[in-house]
């Protein structure tokens, strides 16, 4: 099994910046790849980024591209997600997945059904 935890998330202004980690503990031996995704009150969870295991290929959706960074520290199992240039409609619970690369099935980095574990959600809000 695999525990996500969440931290940095909080409360900002309109244009500043934010940096999330999700840090894995358990089964972390294995490799794994990782996605953020967010999900806004009335809204669907929405995927945000994705990570490969080596942190050598990082995928964005268009709403965050260019605002938003992702990397990972495999030593620490740690993973973070940097936001910058907020706006409000960037408020939302922000969570963390994990999935082993050597799960069956295909990948799609930006299905939130491709994932084997979940943080618990963070919430983030940007006032305008």
């Known amino acids: 099994q695999v525990h996500l935890a969440e931290s940095g998330g909080g409360l900002v202004q309109a244009g500043g910046s934010l940096r999330l980690s999700c840090a894995a503990s358990?089964?972390?031996?294995?490799?794994?790849?990782m996605g953020w995704f967010r999900q806004a009150p009335g809204k669907e969870r929405e995927f945000v980024g994705a990570i490969s295991w080596d942190g050598a290929n990082t995928f964005y959706s268009d709403s965050v591209k260019g605002r938003f960074t992702m990397s990972r520290d495999n030593a620490k199992h740690t993973v973070y997600l940097q936001l910058n240039s907020l706006n409000p409609e960037d408020t939302a619970v922000y969570y963390c997945?994990?999935?082993?690369?050597?799960?069956?099935?295909?990948?799609?980095?930006?299905?939130?059904?491709?994932?084997?574990?979940w943080g618990q959600g963070m919430q983030d809000t940007v006032s305008s």
């Open positions: 997945a994990l999935r082993w690369i050597s799960t069956a099935g295909s990948y799609t980095y930006s299905s939130s059904n491709s994932y084997n574990y």
């Open positions: 358990g089964r972390t031996f294995t490799t794994y790849s």
